[in-house]
């Protein structure tokens, strides 16, 4: 195939591809997610997030390493659970090099033409952010592997012998992805990530040190109990720390004068189904039918999503991972198995052994 000039695209031919490119250096107000209604409390600075000590050092030693060179940060690969701050690093990480962010979402790059406006509109050191880039197709991803490594797209046009290769050069820039779903990367896409991160839970103080700024920011009185008390029903996850602290402003405001205290924190919390260990309804259902329908089980899933009538997929990807976390139920070779602090969460007699 025969290799053609070196073309310098700058933009896309139809400027209706154009994705939108939110500046973060003035801290303007274009900081947020599209849809994203939790983009008050987002922190926009890597001083400003919580917990994530370690990740955010590494982060720092790396920005400041390609600001002295010039040059733009390695691409990163963030992966962990839902709510954990993966996008809130993708919109902080531009903020701190200062530099402009493009978003895009890997079910939304179904065929090379979607990911080529973004890649001939990045401007040098920028940022483009991948969300769930695990959905990004095998077609897509290969266009990816040259644009991150040699910062280049090459374009195949015609077919067998009339096959030319039309090689655009890209700006030098970093692309930051997000998953929930790590292992379900591709080997060569996850290597060309030079820096990954995994974000793990969050602990109660530190939770409990969010709910205490960001009831500052939304202007709640409150004290350190009441804080304490959201941050413990939150299931280690900011982004319901920040949910249910919205709800709990609510709920004051109608029924306490506007006043949090940890008895209002409580009312408000139970009366959405939340309950001290952060269970919601459907997490309760679950033991509830494990314990009095499969007497604690053992009990496969499917026998358990029948008598819910929930799919299995809900409860394997929703409801599990936080009972499990919680050593409320184990999973076993038999099935699933309601411990001895599921049975006392529900209040019930374990069975005698
Ligand atoms: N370390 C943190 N410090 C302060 N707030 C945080 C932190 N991490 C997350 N948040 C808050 O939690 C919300 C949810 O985080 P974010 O959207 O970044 O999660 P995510 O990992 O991208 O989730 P998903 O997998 O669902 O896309 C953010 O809007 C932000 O307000
Ligand atoms: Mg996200």
Redesign the pocket.
Known sequence: MAREAVYQQTAPDDPGDVPPKVPLSGGSSGEQ?PN?R??E???RRLD?????RDVIERLKIAIDAARGRGEPLGHIL?D??????????ATVIPAEMGTTVQMANGAGLSAPKDLLPYLTNVSERSVLFI?EIHRVPKAVEEYLYTAMEDFRIDIVLGEGVNARTLNFELQPFTLIG?T?RAGMLSAPLRDRFQIREH?GW?TEDQLCE?VIRNARKLKIQTDQPAASEIARRSRST??LA?NRLHWVRDYAQIKAKGNVTIGVARDALDMIGIDRLGLDKQDRNYLQTLIRVFQGGPSGLEAIAHTMNVSSDTLEDEVEPFLLRSELIVRTRRGRLATNKGFEHMKMQPPAA
């Open positions: 997610e994203d939790d983009g409390l987002r922190p400003e997030m919580v917990g994530q963030f962990g659970p839902p709510g954990l701050g993966k996008t809130t690093f969300d997000a929930t974000l969050y969010l900011p982004r920040n």
